[in-house]
């Protein structure tokens, strides 16, 4: 979502106007209708000074286009400053993460420092990151960057900070060399940066034209998650998993706006609705269908983000796993799948967003096709409302096709199960056969303890 766009000689204007700011604030009361923080207001008027000194140069052309507070598609993330231009017949693009900060301190975590914010001193991705991480998903996310060629140049300016060894500092040397970071007494060597790439003025709309771009991942993301999952035995299918996954990747393939389908699968603890969930995303996105792993929590996303990236720095990827309020404003039909897990967490109101209303509609809106992975006697709060009649419901509402289907095989315990329907019969929720776990065939040691602590010693006692 393009916030403010305008040439340079239209930024310097409003910045000479001393009320940009302002500018900037209503713009995205009016796009997004959210209001500004003045500390929030007060780094827009401080930022923006310094970036009107820096391409004040008239070696910069007057019709490059400017962009302030674009918002990635897709993502929470908003870019602070970009520029647009061509050199030759390059079509470049300059992405500008700006900070005020003065001080900084190095963790021992990859891409992040500690820096001071008003609630105090807290971790945060450091800039070079930022700046690298909003170029990564636009390349490997946007068909109109990806097809026509358009090069991003990530950086980053901050303005207050005096040269020390903490921001430029060898630990982060990786995301430095993705995108430079300038300080203080560095505003000659980013107004060269600008210089370099942008030498004649933005007569083609490139922002326009990237903001309107199709929403798919590149043919070299798709090849990348493809190599991650081979040979995987984490994600390997077996059984009905099998039959599952065709069933989706058929249904996701044959969908579009006219033709809109959702399939519901139900399955128990340990029976792979999540192995089947990855596979569909690594695959769906090889064949250029852009899906989505969503959950409630955050742990189940990290776990797959994690295994699947490896020890590569894939920025990128993190925008296949996204939360399941991530959907309040995204527009219909704009992502192909999305793969909900545990689905029965779903909430109703989005608490951290007064226009959510719900979240099983807004997932069903957001994507031309869904599959809800779900286990209704899996759900742990008050909150925790998806039921498959009511996803069944409002797909029917929104004239969607509904098919349904089960993972039965556990392959978490050896009892597999037998083991399943002794607790199912002993927890009361459905009498089975299974009343004594005798008559399973495998030897089990079940005891309850009063004491947490207890139950730890012996689990490590067991385990040696």
Not at 8 to 34: A, L
Not at 117 to 137: D, K, L, N
Not at 253 to 262: A, D, G, P, R, T
Request: with cysteine; glycine share 6%.
């Amino acid at each position: 979502m393009i916030i403010y766009n305008t040439s340079k000689n239209g930024f310097c204007k409003d910045v000479f106007s001393n009320d940009i700011e302002n500018i900037i604030s209503q713009r995205i009361h009016e796009k997004t209708g959210h209001s500004i923080a003045p500390n929030e207001i007060s780094s827009f008027r401080n930022s923006l000074s310094f970036m009107e000194r820096i391409v004040s140069d008239s070696e910069i052309p007057n019709d490059c286009s400017i962009s302030i507070e674009y918002h990635l598609p897709q993502t929470s993330k908003r870019v602070d400053f970009i520029i647009a231009g061509r050199d030759g017949e390059k079509e470049n693009v300059i992405i500008i993460e700006l900070k005020q900060w003065q001080t900084a301190e190095i963790t021992s975590k990859d891409g992040i420092v500690k820096t001071c914010f008003q609630r105090g001193i807290s971790e945060t991705s450091h800039p070079s990151y930022q700046a690298w991480s909003y170029a990564a998903i636009l390349t490997s996310f946007n068909a109109t960057v990806d097809e026509e060629s358009i090069s991003l140049y990530p950086c980053a300016y901050l303005h207050n900070y005096e040269p020390d060894n903490v921001i430029t500092n060898d630990f982060y040397e990786y995301y430095l060399e993705k995108a430079p970071v300038f300080l203080k007494p560095d505003a000659l060597k980013l107004r060269e940066f600008i210089k370099k790439y942008i030498k004649q003025g933005d007569k083609s709309n490139i922002m326009f034209r990237i903001d309107s771009g199709k929403i798919k991942p590149t043919k070299s993301l798709a090849d990348s998650l493809k190599g991650m999952i081979k040979g995987n035995k984490e994600f390997i299918m077996i059984d009905d998993q099998k039959v599952v996954y065709e069933t989706a990747l058929h249904l996701a393939l044959e969908s579009h706006e006219k033709n809109k389908n959702v399939l519901i699968v139900e399955g128990g603890p340990g029976t792979g609705k999540s192995v089947v969930a990855i596979n569909l995303l690594v695959e769906l996105n090889r064949r250029g269908k852009m899906a989505q792993y969503v959950t409630k929590t955050s742990a189940p996303r990290e776990v797959f983000l994690e295994k699947l990236r490896g020890t590569k720095r894939m920025v990128e990827l993190r925008s296949l796993f996204l939360g399941s309020g991530s959907f309040t404003r995204v527009p219909e039909n704009t992502i192909s799948t999305i793969l909900v897990d545990e689905a029965h967490r779903l909430m109703k109101k989005n608490r951290y967003d007064n226009q959510s209303y719900d979240q099983i509609q807004e997932l069903l809106k957001a994507s031309v096709n869904s599959v809800f992975f779900i286990d209704e006697d899996q759900r742990v709060s008050v909150q925790d409302y998806g039921e498959i009649d009511l996803i069944e419901k409002f797909a029917e509402k929104l004239g969607i096709k509904v098919h349904k289907l089960k993972l039965e095989s556990q392959f978490r315990c050896n009892g597999s199960d037998g083991y399943l329907a002794w607790i199912d019969n002993i927890l009361g929720i459905r009498e089975t056969a299974n009343f004594d776990l005798n008559t399973i065939g495998y030897e089990f040691d079940f005891r309850v303890f009063d004491d947490p602590k207890q139950l730890q010693e012996e689990i490590y006692k067991k385990t040696r």
